[in-house]
């Protein structure tokens, strides 16, 4: 075996390992991601939780309406995540209601959690629900 | 001979390398696993509270104290280490999620025991009953929005610094009986 022979052994190895390497990498990545992702639907799933509790009642004996959205300005959170060592990614979220029907009487409530992977690419996670008055 | 110490120093950086590569995938293998594991874990446990209370007759927030749920009165500050679940009108039938601050770890109590659900829990107040903007109510309230919140400190393990993450969720009780 020439020493020529045993550097191109070297190289293909070489190789191999960087492609492994790389594969763990997007592994951990992919990981971060989807856990990014699932805080941020947390995130989006909290102010749909938060827009279900506002009062909507269009009986004649006790009206009121908290469904507006100057209740629900944007709001800045992080997305917390365990294992980074770090202080978490910053998230907007942005709430849309929209009425859809007046008789029966329904609102669509559209949650928006925007935030931005490693600087690099701006992901939504978006939550959309129905509701009705007078719950 | 200078063939044989070209080819042993080859050897020892291949074996190097291999080693290298190896610890190196051990590592990635725990964050990733870790990672992995936590997700699933709360995204198994923050569902099956929100089936629980969207579904429920009637929920409450207190203390556990001895080993009982103390809730609040009114005019008290609605936010405590535990929540009372009630599913149907019969208090006998009940599920309790608590810290226990003996041993900092979330636990699940019904009529049938009590499990463990995670540990390492280091914040006391968990629960709370708040309104649509996130105020904690001093009044039970029945368009209160049930915020849990859970801080976590992960201890250094093999291959893994230690760490302090939180999970948060908001849930509405869908049902509210007349």
């Known amino acids: ?135 | 001979m200078p063939e044989i110490l070209i080819a042993m120093t080859v050897f020892l950086l291949v074996v190097g390398a291999i080693l290298s590569a190896n610890l190196f995938g051990l590592r990635m293998f725990q964050m990733t696993n870790t990672k992995l594991m936590v997700t699933q874990w709360s995204r198994q446990t923050i569902e099956n509270l929100m089936n629980q209370i969207h579904g429920c007759n009637s929920v409450y927030v207190g203390n556990m104290t001895n080993g009982g749920f103390a809730g609040f009165l009114p005019g008290e500050t609605q936010q405590g280490n535990s929540l009372l679940i009630y599913q149907t009108t019969d208090t006998n039938k009940y599920i309790i999620y608590f810290v226990n601050l003996a041993d900092q770890t979330f636990r699940r109590t019904d009529q049938m025991g009590t499990v463990i659900l995670a540990d390492s829990v280091t914040n006391t107040l968990a629960f709370s009953a708040q309104d649509l903007s996130g105020t904690v109510l001093t009044n039970i309230n029945n368009n209160s929005v049930i915020h849990v919140m859970l801080e976590f400190y992960q201890p250094a393990r093999f291959m893994q610094d230690a760490d302090y993450y939180k999970l948060e969720t908001s849930i509405k009780q869908r049902v509210v009986p007349p």
């Open chain 1, 1 to 135: 075996m020439t020493l020529v022979e045993v550097m191109v052994a070297l190289a293909i190895t070489g190789l191999i390992v960087a492609g492994i390497i790389r594969g763990y990498i997007y592994c951990a990545t992919s990981a971060v991601k989807a856990e990014l992702a699932q805080a941020a639907n947390a995130e989006a799933m909290q102010r749909i939780e938060e827009t279900r509790s506002a009062q909507w009642n269009t009986s004649s004996s006790g009206a009121a309406d908290q469904l507006d959205p100057t209740n629900f300005p944007d709001k800045s959170v992080t997305l917390d995540m365990p294992g980074t060592n770090t202080n978490g990614t910053l998230a907007t979220i942005q709430t849309t209601i929209s009425q859809i029907s007046l008789t029966p009487p329904l609102r669509r409530i559209r949650v928006d959690c925007i935030w931005q992977f490693r600087g690099a690419e701006w992901v939504t996670n978006s939550i959309e629900t129905i509701r009705a008055a007078d719950q």
